[in-house]
């Protein structure tokens, strides 16, 4: 018969509340309180709100505002300006709180705050990391997409089980800029969204969802609608548009998406619901051998 399980002293309680809260001075309330509620309890639904918290603290004020509920799609260092030696700083303090270990050649694969947040919360329930995205180049993306340059407007790609990501940089060359608008180019709010249709065009060719099945034939992609778009930023020559996109229904022939377009952080804009349609290659049946003639 095994020993008892010794029993915290309310010394013991306050000690270990004190250094959490030590560790997290520069965080807000709220962080520190989930932290606490988290070494009492264990629960992972709180590990959401400890690495939000533990990020803010290490960003700058400015860019503190941007981490509300839709703030997963951002970019850790190109959003949010993170570079390698603060990811490890946010990394060590999450690893303290949270009691979890997180393995150096993990860092390279959590680019965005939804990574960060699905991995954190997958070591903290004890399950294995989240499958990792496949990226594609512009070369790659051209190779297997209907639209082509110059009406090709992803430059990188990654393509998750649940989501979709992409990269446009506007270079000030596009043959549409000289008449929109003239001297004053503009990066058009419907091509944006198009741009967003082209990543649901790629997710159809290269995702992996249940119900997606192989062979989604790339000639049979269409656009059918969009609803609840709305455009609340001007994009220039230089802007850097990022993608996001998540699958909301899929049922062939039809496929609903939500996405957004982003530039440094700031929504540009976003779709409540992009519908394509789309089917799958035919099968190639075998031939059927002619009948031999009967002999005479």
Not at 54 to 81: S, T, V, W, Y
Not at 176 to 202: C, T, Y
Not at 260 to 272: I, S
């Amino acid at each position: 018969m095994s020993d008892p399980e010794p029993i915290q002293t309310q010394d013991a309680v306050h000690h270990e509340e004190s250094v959490i809260r030590e560790s997290l001075k520069r965080c807000s309330a709220e962080t520190i309180e989930a932290a606490i509620q988290f070494h009492h309890s264990g629960n992972p639904e709180l590990a959401n709100t400890i690495v939000i918290g533990i990020l803010a603290r290490f960003l700058e004020p400015d860019q503190r505002p941007k981490l509300n509920e839709e703030c997963d799609h951002l970019r850790l260092m190109d959003d949010l300006g993170v570079d390698s030696l603060t990811m490890v700083e946010v990394v060590m303090l999450v690893e303290e709180v949270l009691h979890i270990s997180i393995k150096n050649e993990d860092l390279r694969d959590l680019r965005t705050i939804g990574d960060v947040k699905a991995f954190v919360n997958a070591v903290a329930r004890g399950l294995p990391p989240p499958e990792k995205p496949v990226c594609f180049n512009v070369a790659e993306i051209a190779e297997v997409m209907p639209q082509q340059p110059p009406f090709l407007f992803l430059q990188d790609a990654e393509i998750g089980r649940g989501e979709a990501r992409g990269v446009y940089k506007i270079s000030g060359q596009e043959f549409f800029l000289a008449g929109h608008f003239k001297d004053r180019p503009v990066f058009p709010a419907s091509l944006q969204i198009e741009a967003l249709g082209q990543l649901g065009v790629l997710f159809l060719l290269k995702g992996k969802h249940p119900d997606i099945a192989d062979g989604v034939d790339a000639s049979k992609i269409y656009f059918t609608s969009c609803n609840g778009v709305r455009s609340t930023r001007v994009c220039r020559p230089d802007d850097v548009l990022s993608f996001f996109l998540r699958p909301k229904r899929i049922k062939h022939p039809l496929a609903v998406f939500e996405g957004a377009v982003t530039v440094n952080g700031e929504k540009a804009a976003f779709a409540e619901e992009i519908t394509l349609t789309f089917d799958y290659h035919q099968p190639v049946l075998p031939e059927t051998p002619a009948p031999v003639a009967a002999n005479p």
